[in-house]
């Protein structure tokens, strides 16, 4: 499977902004997919998962209550909808793809990656 994403960008703190990613040669039904950010100087942290059935999503700490994530098999899509945006959320944002089964962390396939930056 192959991974791009889209729609990172500038917002407000406070403000909300939606990432996609777009999956190619394979059907995002056959993977979990994730959504992990990295800011400069910092580990990649996980963001949201959601499992391959689709049926199950989990998030981490850092940002429950505030981000969604979803995916549209109809576009073989994945998003992730963030809210009440914060400036340590300014990050790279990837999206990542594996066909462990359950609520997986560790992932094997990965986007390139898309800037999102939260001014204060």
């Known amino acids: 499977v192959q991974l791009a994403e889209a729609g990172g960008g500038v917002v407000q703190a406070g403000g909300s902004l939606s990432v996609s990613c777009v999956a190619s040669?394979?059907?995002?039904?056959?993977?979990?997919t994730g959504w992990f950010r990295q800011a400069p100087g910092k580990e990649r942290e996980f963001v949201a998962g959601?499992?391959?059935?689709?049926?199950?999503?989990y998030y981490g700490d850092s940002v429950k209550g505030r981000f969604t994530i979803s995916r549209d098999l109809t576009k073989n899509t994945m998003l992730l909808q963030m809210n009440s945006l914060k400036s340590e959320d300014t990050a790279v944002y990837y999206c990542?793809?594996?066909?462990?089964?359950?609520?997986?962390?560790?992932?094997?396939?990965w986007g390139q990656g898309t800037q999102v930056t939260v001014s204060s």
């Open positions: 040669r394979g059907s995002l039904s056959w993977y979990a």
């Open positions: 959601i499992s391959r059935s689709g049926i199950s999503t």
């Open positions: 990542a793809a594996t066909t462990r089964i359950g609520q997986p962390r560790e992932f094997d396939y």
